[in-house]
């Protein structure tokens, strides 16, 4: 029995359920995909795998044989490595002493025989990782790939990759779908975490779909397709298709020259921007994770300093004004982070006190009266289904999904003239997604600018009238939408302009 | 196999017995001591407890001023610790206020009697509020750190105090004793129902702080930078100007404590006049939840137990260490209870065959 099962898995965490009597199998020599909305209690499974967390009952069997995995020191020793969102690597130090670090031996590294056992085995799954390299000099992709072959070093052969494609460009989801294949082709297990569809469509054997903590179920990729997976995820037929909402494009109403900005240590992360955006446009912004896209909207908005260069609303000039004059000339940041909370919300205080965060000082008087706040706090809850147990509840209690929620329902309640946001369906689930995409579309007829900063390039390409790409604080190339494909952006992200590919087309 | 896992949200009758739970085992292991140490029968101590707190109307009233100073003082660190500026330095605020208000008392003592005291109130909550504006501007300016500098700035104050006592202020006519000059009448608080006005103040403030807290702007802006800078930067809060203004009314509340201890309390400028209510009520501040109406229950029965406490040294006979020892079983009790409201122990093996822990 080649497989490695997880049988009868529970966890819960205080009153939430976050996996369900769940059976689960992977064969050895297979990609086998988990899929599922978030909150589905993928990573949680997974981590229970990992030796991270520990079922509340269930049990773990590997070739036939149970293992009681309760720590990841034992989940390695078992062969099972997982590679995680966020890399857990040591900046200042090279390849090759990242993966001995942490070791069990006799207290003296023999880096000789390490450093061939390593090649062998990058040479084996064709990694081609440089082992003097530092960390630091590596991209998002080398740094992936140094984690998988750190684990491999370890004698993993049961990999668990955490959604590896968040970070990627589409030319480094190649490299890694290469890698991937090479694993399965060794015989090694391959559970591949993600909510991108397509991508599970193409590279996995066989997917297995979770819905609020159980097993919904186990499919051959070949059998299945988008909409009877999104179906699966969901609980219910959805509609796949954005609208894209055609709007009489107005005159220019954000007019970006020459910004620059230079983050603490002088470095600059934003290299002389120009751009517009017209009312009722929608302009996207596409870029891998920390290209200057956090500090482009925290400029506009007045919260990060501008070096130099001009940022113009209307007719008026927005750099050197407070963030609070800002907002009230009606431009809305909503920048959703990694942890969703970020700065935008409060998180001890209920949502009703997150409903006035910004407009609490244009009550008149001493005191604030919280009834209008309260009414729109029941209307958000309703238009975008937030689940809570009432208005007064701290958001920091809610779910991740409901917290997001709760900060675009405030945004696009005070329909601003401008609208800035940064990744808004981070992490939600495919309904919700296309209701914002649809409440974005909604605002964008009303003849607000929109600046969109997403992260999925079908949303960018299906929901923007343009799209700019960054790549290290500088724009590679403003393209329209309608014409552009994810080749084209892929490589505008990876740093290569339109002139450069002009060049090679002509070539 | 002892795990410890996070409880959902409790109910708060329970988290409430829990607490009461938390006391009720504090009398118990200190019941425990003083069979063991004292050989004393523990019931006589806390009846005498008890009545050495309210056995007398002197005894009452003697717990009501202890509790009146000790709830202003906490009300001022409650601001602080809600905007999480950890004002350690009530004690130098509760000195400087006092040194503040002394001075009018001291240098106009024939002023009209009201006209004095509500000049020395306003001299107290200055003297309190710009003591405490200093670590606030530092902080606000050069983002130090508060926790350090309101410490230290508690010996200035009190070394200040001690200066004058020992040199410019020391009253001529003590034969050469180090104190300084009793107040004229005009400048000691009356009295209502037998206790210093101060306890109306008292009752008063825990209602505007309140509403300050949880009804204005200000208490908003206050909580929104207390939980993140950034989120405060990015709702347009002016941040150096709530930081310096919370902390001035924290330092404030401080001083009036001052003032009233001068004026009511000791009727004299001295050294001992703080008497660490300062530092006592960040414990009231922590065991009120920063919430006033809270905080005011919890000082009182604080100031009943150190009542009780030195009561007991004479009636029964026991060091006060013995009194210390049953706060300081009550505190450690009550906080260590607070572990059990957010988690629970579970014992057992994490992997169980049977399938109990599901919800249908």
Redesign the interface.
């Known amino acids: 029995m080649d497989v490695i099962s997880m049988k ?1 898995i ?1 966890k ?6 976050a996996n ?2 769940i059976d689960f199998e992977v064969k050895f020599g297979e990609i086998h995909a988990l899929l599922g909305e978030n909150g589905a209690g993928k990573s949680t499974l997974v981590n229970m795998l990992s030796g991270i967390y ?6 773990i069997f590997i070739r036939g044989k149970e293992f ?1 995995l ?1 720590s990841p020191r034992t989940a390695i020793d078992v062969g099972i490595g997982m590679i995680h969102q966020h890399y857990k690597l040591v900046e200042i130090m090279t390849a090759l002493e990242n993966i001995m670090l942490g070791q069990k031996g006799q207290g003296f590294l023999h880096a000789n025989t390490a450093r061939k056992r390593i090649e062998e085995l990058s040479e084996r799954f064709q990694l081609g990782v440089v082992l003097d390299k530092k960390v630091y000099d590596m991209s998002v992709g080398e740094k992936q790939t140094l984690e998988i072959l750190k684990v491999l070093y370890r004698g993993a052969d049961i990999l668990i990759l955490d959604e590896p494609t968040a970070v990627l460009t589409p030319q480094e989801t190649e490299k890694l779908f290469l890698v991937m294949n090479r694993m399965k082709d060794e015989g090694c297990a391959v559970i591949f975490i993600s909510h991108k569809m397509n991508e599970v469509l193409r590279i996995s054997d066989r997917l297995t779909v979770l819905r609020k903590g159980e097993n919904v179920n186990t499919l051959e990729t070949k059998d299945t397709n988008t909409r009877e997976l999104a179906e699966l995820m969901v609980g219910h037929p959805v509609s796949l298709a954005i609208n894209r909402a055609e709007a009489v494009k107005g005159k220019v109403l954000l007019a970006v020259k020459n910004l620059t900005c230079v983050n603490e240590e002088k470095v600059q992360v934003l290299k002389g921007l120009n751009f517009t955006i017209r009312g009722g446009e929608i302009l996207g912004v596409a870029g891998v994770a920390g290209s200057g896209q956090k500090e482009l909207c925290e400029a506009i ?1 007045g ?1 990060y300093p501008v070096k130099k260069g001009e940022i113009i609303f209307g007719e008026e000039k927005l750099v050197g004004l ?4 800002i ?1 009230t000339k009606g431009i809305s ?1 909503s920048f959703v982070p990694e942890d969703r909370l ?8 209920d949502i009703v ?1 997150n409903m ?3 407009d ?2 244009k ?1 008149k008087g ?3 009266n919280r009834k209008p706040a309260a009414d729109k706090a029941v209307k958000i809850i309703k238009k975008l289904d937030i689940s809570t147990p009432g208005i007064h509840h701290p958001i920091k ?1 809610l779910s991740g999904g409901n917290i997001q929620k709760v900060l675009l329902g405030r945004e696009l309640e005070a329909h601003p003239k401008l609208l800035i946001t940064a990744y808004p369906v981070r992490g939600l689930d495919i309904n919700v997604s296309y209701k914002i995409y649809d409440l974005i579309n909604e605002e964008k007829k009303k003849g607000e600018a929109i600046l969109f900063v997403g992260e999925d390039l079908d949303v960018l390409i299906e929901l923007s009238d343009r799209i700019m790409v960054l790549c290290h604080g500088e724009i590679m190339g403003i393209v329209e939408a309608a014409k552009t494909t994810k080749e084209e952006l892929g490589l505008l992200m990876a740093g290569e302009t339109q002139q450069d590919m002009e060049g090679m087309r002509r070539d | 196999m002892i795990r410890i896992v996070k409880r959902a949200n409790m109910p708060k009758t329970k988290s409430a017995g829990i607490r009461l739970l938390a006391v009720l085992l504090a009398l118990l292991t200190s019941a425990v001591l003083i069979i063991l140490a004292l050989s004393l029968n523990p019931l006589d101590v806390y009846i005498a407890l008890f009545k050495g707190a309210f056995g007398s109307a002197y005894r009452i009233r003697e717990v009501v001023e202890n509790a009146t100073v000790l709830t202003i003082a906490s009300l001022g660190i409650a601001i602080a610790f809600k905007m999480q500026f950890w004002n350690i330095g009530g004690e130098g605020q509760i000195c400087m206020g006092a040194f503040f208000a002394s001075f009018l008392a001291l240098n106009f003592p024939e002023l009209p009697k009201l006209l004095l005291l509500t000049l020395m109130v306003l001299a107290g909550m200055l003297g309190g509020g710009l003591w405490a504006f200093i670590p606030a501007y530092l902080r606000a300016k050069w983002k130090t750190n508060e926790t350090i500098i309101t410490l230290m700035m508690n010996y200035i104050a009190l070394k200040w105090l001690t200066y004058l006592q020992y040199g410019p202020w020391k009253d001529p006519s003590a034969l050469g004793f180090p104190k300084i000059a009793n107040f004229s009448d005009n400048a000691i608080l009356p009295e209502v129902f037998g206790v210093h006005i101060g306890w109306i103040f008292a009752l008063i403030l825990v209602v505007l702080v309140n509403i300050f807290l949880n009804h204005s702007k200000k208490g908003y802006e206050i909580a929104v930078l207390g939980e993140s800078e950034n989120t405060a930067l990015y709702a347009g809060i002016n941040i150096k100007r709530t930081i310096i203004t919370a902390i001035f009314i924290s330092g404030a509340l401080c001083g009036l404590t001052g003032m009233i201890q001068a004026s009511a309390v000791n009727n004299t400028l001295s050294v001992e006049i703080s008497k660490g209510i300062g530092f006592t009520a960040i414990i009231t501040t922590w065991l009120g939840f920063l919430k006033p109406g809270f905080i005011l229950v919890v000082s009182t029965l604080f100031a009943a137990l150190v009542q009780g406490g030195s009561f007991i040294q004479t009636a029964v006979g026991i060091p006060q260490a013995v009194a210390e020892l049953l706060q300081g079983l009550i505190l450690f009790f009550v906080l260590g209870c607070e572990f059990f409201i957010r988690y629970k122990i579970v014992l057992g093996k994490p992997f169980l065959s049977d399938r109990r822990g599901i919800k249908e």
Do not use: C, N, W
Not at chain 1, 12 to 17: L, N
Not at chain 1, 322 to 325: L, T
Not at chain 1, 342 to 349: K, N, T
């Open positions: 009868g529970t819960i965490f205080g009153s939430v359920v369900k009597d520990i079922p509340d009952s269930g049990s009681k309760t908005a919260l407070s963030p609070r004059e907002i940041m970020g700065m935008g919300l409060v998180a001890s205080m006190d006035i965060l910004k609490y000082h009550q001493f005191l604030i209690e």
